[in-house]
């Protein structure tokens, strides 16, 4: 796991800026070819073992279209390969969750698809099961337990689905940035100024980029260009400082007031509700705004040219409104960031429960929050989430089945939608009071060592399952 630290640079010449963006736009372009190749089903092998197609290509006495040296091409290909196992990777992850929430599908059938999707850990996957999902071959193992017509039924399945949330495949449309590794760049200090001489399109000619401010330097580095400051900005990829392990066990139900509440019904980071509902309403407002200018710069396309340029140049301009963008998405990240340092520092758990975070969909939206918003806090909490729990040796057995998590009593197992209102739980069978995320914090910590109510259990086996145990216990 690594941490992305930027340093910025000062203001470059024109000569030094006139490079790098030529060397930006033949590594995009180089990029891009290498997305629009290797996108192909039958090159899908390729996303586990990254190596081989560059070797493939080594042989083969490739050459950059496009004037990259060997080394940058190699780096682009990855970036391409990685690009594309991101988006592959997003995909099964929201079938999975399809799967397991699908009504129709026996056991069995679920199984089949999660042995099909499934993979040990980050990295690691049978790439030629996910091929064989679109290619129609039958692929089956030891613990498949399905006959041959149902199997055909599941992998057509999960082929319409990730068709369909797979969507578009990336492109690069921008040149941004590109990426040297150690042999591409030499580092510097001069008169107490750290500077980067990086590679460029020419061999031998490097740019030599004065930095802002002083970071020790190693592995690959990625410049990134700021045309609006004539500046770039190097982030470095670093091993971060890993803590000892907690031990004990915490549950933590995620939010949209606050960034979480743990399962001693501490909240963390009220501010959050304020940042994700201020990005919310800029994005819905400047929606609204973007397409009253449209319409605007449509009319006068014809009548009056000039006027629509200027319109499209200083009105529906993207520049601007990326900082400001930038600047709430950095807000809300930072409670994230916040929320579970409080969290990590002060309890020190050994394993923490989590809900999936494809559930959180429906707190969002009674908060009204924008679609794009709540999608976009999903996946950055995850990610966050994903980094802090390394960071701090947190044990990570995958999400816990969240249904009912907070309609039921962790006193005397009633479940039921009248025992909660609002913010408040109050168990209509035993009395127990407490706050409603509190008590959803706890019951998901409880999931952890439940063997029958499993991350895939679907929900209406789950309150079969959670009724059962109550008559049970009360008979008692
Ligand atoms: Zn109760």
Redesign the pocket.
């Known amino acids: 796991m690594q941490r992305t630290v930027r340093q910025k640079s000062l203001p470059l010449n024109d000569g030094k800026w006139a490079r790098l963006l030529k060397t930006a736009e033949a590594y995009a372009r180089q990029k891009d070819a290498f997305l629009v190749e290797y996108a192909h089903i039958k090159y899908l092998h390729y996303l586990g073992d990254k190596r081989a197609l560059r070797d493939e290509l080594v042989s083969a006495g490739f050459a950059s279209p496009f004037g990259l040296q060997a080394r940058m091409w190699k780096l682009a290909l990855e970036d391409a390969l990685f690009t594309l196992e991101r988006q592959w990777e997003a995909a099964i992850e929201t079938a999975r969750g399809l799967v397991a929430r699908h009504e129709g599908f026996t056991d069995e059938e679920k199984h089949y698809a999660f042995w099909l999707l499934y993979r040990p850990r980050k990295g690691s996957r049978d790439w030629k099961r996910i091929q064989a999902i679109f290619t129609g071959d039958d692929v089956t193992g030891e613990q498949v337990t399905l006959d041959g017509a149902k199997r055909h039924r599941v992998r057509n399945y999960l082929r319409r689905v990730l068709r369909r949330v797979l969507g578009r495949r990336p492109r690069v449309k921008k040149a941004r940035s590109f990426v040297v590794d150690r042999q591409m760049y030499r580092v510097f200090f001069s008169e107490k100024r750290q500077y980067i001489a990086v590679s460029t399109l020419t061999p031998g000619e490097r740019v030599v980029i004065p930095l802002a401010g002083v970071h020790a330097v190693e592995g690959n580095l990625r410049v990134v260009l700021l045309p609006d400051e004539r500046a770039v900005e190097v982030h470095i990829s670093c091993e971060p400082a890993v803590f000892p392990a907690g031990d004990g066990e915490a549950g933590i139900d995620l939010g949209v007031t606050e960034v979480f509440t743990d399962d001693t019904g501490r909240k963390y980071r009220a501010e959050y509700c304020k940042a994700l509902q201020e990005m919310s309403d800029y994005i819905l407002d400047k929606g609204r705004k973007c397409q009253k200018l449209w319409a605007l710069y449509r009319r006068n396309l014809e009548r009056d040219p000039a006027r629509a340029r200027r319109i499209r140049r200083h009105n529906l301009g993207l520049a601007k409104q990326r900082k400001r963008h930038r600047r709430f998405r950095r807000r809300c990240e930072n409670e994230i960031n916040r929320a579970f340092n409080e969290f990590l520092k002060t309890r020190r758990p050994g394993v923490v429960a989590y809900e999936d975070l494809s559930h959180l969909r429906g707190k969002a939206r009674s908060k009204g929050l924008s679609r794009i918003v709540s999608l976009w806090m999903r996946r950055i909490t995850g990610e966050r989430w994903e980094y802090k729990s390394y960071v701090h040796s947190v044990e990570d057995p995958g999400p816990v089945n969240a249904a009912y998590s907070s309609l039921t009593?962790?006193?005397?197992?009633?479940v039921d939608p009248q025992?909660r209102k609002g913010d408040i739980f109050v168990?209509?069978?035993?009395?127990?009071t407490a706050d409603a995320d509190q008590v959803a914090a706890m019951n998901l910590k409880a999931r952890l060592h439940d063997e029958e109510i499993t991350r895939y259990t679907s929900k209406s086996r789950v309150k079969e399952i959670l009724l059962r145990r109550y008559f049970e216990s009360s008979a008692v």
Do not use: Y
Not at 409 to 414: A, Y
Not at 427 to 432: A, L, N, S, V, Y
């Open positions: 009593c962790p006193v005397c197992g009633w025992n168990c209509r069978k035993c009395g127990f």
